[in-house]
Every structure is written in structure tokens, then in C-alpha cells.
Nanobody
Framework: QEQLVESGGGLVQPGGSLRLSCRASGFTLGYYAIGWFRQAAGKKREWVSCISSAGSASYVDSVAGRFAVNRDSAQNTASLQMNNLKPEDTAVYYC???????????????WGQGTQVTVSA
């Protein structure tokens, strides 16, 4: 079965860190660009970051300098390291994969099920 599975979410205090993982099964993630998205309660899903198949990364301005996306082709995984977390980062985080191009909300080959990140004191 071809799927993406996220893990690593949880509750963290402001200023803390979390590392999300996105594991692919049933297909080779190395041929795909990987995107991270998030959706806060009552808000639309938004794009957070993307890493191309070649390893080039991009970020939304609100997380640039705090988040870092990586990929490990040998493990068929991707990760999102989140540092200096803020309450406004609270959301369900999703990874997505699209063949050769960064996924967006309308064009993605695979979506994970999401993992909750809560930033609160």
C-alpha cells in the first residue's frame, strides 16, 4: 500500500522544539518533492515548507529560520525540525509528496494523515 505516515507531534512549551517525521511506504520517496502543510483549528490548510528531490528547501516567512526540512533517501523519510516554537504554530501538520515538483493544496500525489502539534505553556 502506497502511503505517507507522519509522527513526532505532541505538546511543547513556547520556545521548545519538536521533530516531525514523514515515512513513505510502497513507493520511493526520492523521486518526489516533499511538502509540509499545517491546519490550525478553524483555519485553512497552509503551506509551510518544501524540499525538492535534489534537496533544495523553501519555507513560508513565518517559520523561516526556525524550521528546517530534510530528507533521507536511504530511510525513505523526510523530517521537519521545528525550533523556537510559538503558540501560533499550533496546528495539525501534514506531509505530502508530489512527483518532481513541490506539492500544493491542489496538486499532490500523496498526503499523510496528519500529526497534532500543540504549543502551550
Amino acid at each position: 500500500q502506497e502511503q505517507l505516515v507522519e509522527s513526532g507531534g505532541g505538546l511543547v512549551q513556547p520556545g521548545g522544539s519538536l521533530r516531525l517525521s514523514c515515512r513513505a511506504s510502497g513507493f520511493t520517496l526520492g523521486y518526489y518533492a516533499i511538502g509540509w502543510f499545517r491546519q490550525a483549528a478553524g483555519k485553512k490548510r497552509e503551506w509551510v515548507s518544501c524540499i525538492s528531490s535534489a534537496g533544495s528547501a523553501s519555507y513560508v516567512d513565518s517559520v523561516a529560520g526556525r524550521f528546517a526540512v530534510n530528507r533521507d533517501s536511504a530511510q525513505n523519510t523526510a523530517s521537519l525540525q521545528m525550533n523556537n516554537l510559538k503558540p501560533e504554530d499550533t496546528a495539525v501538520y501534514y506531509c505530502a509528496a508530489r512527483f518532481r515538483s513541490c506539492p500544493d493544496l491542489l496538486q499532490s500525489d500523496y498526503w499523510g494523515q496528519g500529526t497534532q502539534v500543540t504549543v502551550s505553556a
